[in-house]
């Protein structure tokens, strides 16, 4: 079973002279990998040369970005990310991006591709927050903001 697998792989067709997933236009990969998710997409992108080709894709990336990612990307200088492909901003954006003074943090969820956020206490505004009858802000090892 692994000699056929393989040679399902390869970039060649195979030696009986039928085609192999190497043969298939990078183009149709790239399609397919739309309806994919970012870890899948990187998994298939070790099979072949016509993978990881697609798996570069803009066009690929772009569908795996939230269409409001360029406010993700104005909290930071623009030399930071210009000149990065879609698939270079995905990654980028989806380790925490502190803003705000470090008291706010933003990133891209990489299954989902959706926006999530984590806010410090000290970055909430709340209402009687200097009057201690309603509550108490205790600095904690375990907050990665606070």
């Known amino acids: 079973m692994g000699a056929s697998l393989s040679s399902l792989t390869e970039n060649e067709s195979t030696a009986n002279g039928r085609p192999g ?13 739309m309806y994919l998710t970012p870890p899948e997409i990187c998994n298939l992108a070790r099979l072949n040369h016509a993978f990881r080709g697609a798996a570069s894709s ?23 990310y210009e000149g990065l492909s879609k698939k270079d901003i995905f990654a980028f954006l989806s380790r925490p991006v502190p803003f705000d003074d470090g008291n706010k943090e933003v990133w891209l969820d ?6 999530c956020m984590s806010i410090s206490t000290k970055a ?22 606070d």
């Open 21 to 33: 997933l190497g043969d298939i236009p990078e183009n149709c990969v790239a399609c397919v990998f």
């Open 58 to 80: 803009d066009s690929v990336w772009d569908s795996k970005l939230p269409s409001n990612y360029h406010h993700l990307l104005d909290v930071l200088p623009q030399r930071i």
């Open 110 to 115: 990489r299954i989902s591709g959706r926006i």
């Open 124 to 145: 909430m505004l709340i209402t009687s927050g200097e009057d201690r009858r309603h509550w108490n802000w205790f600095p904690t090892e375990e907050s990665r903001l």
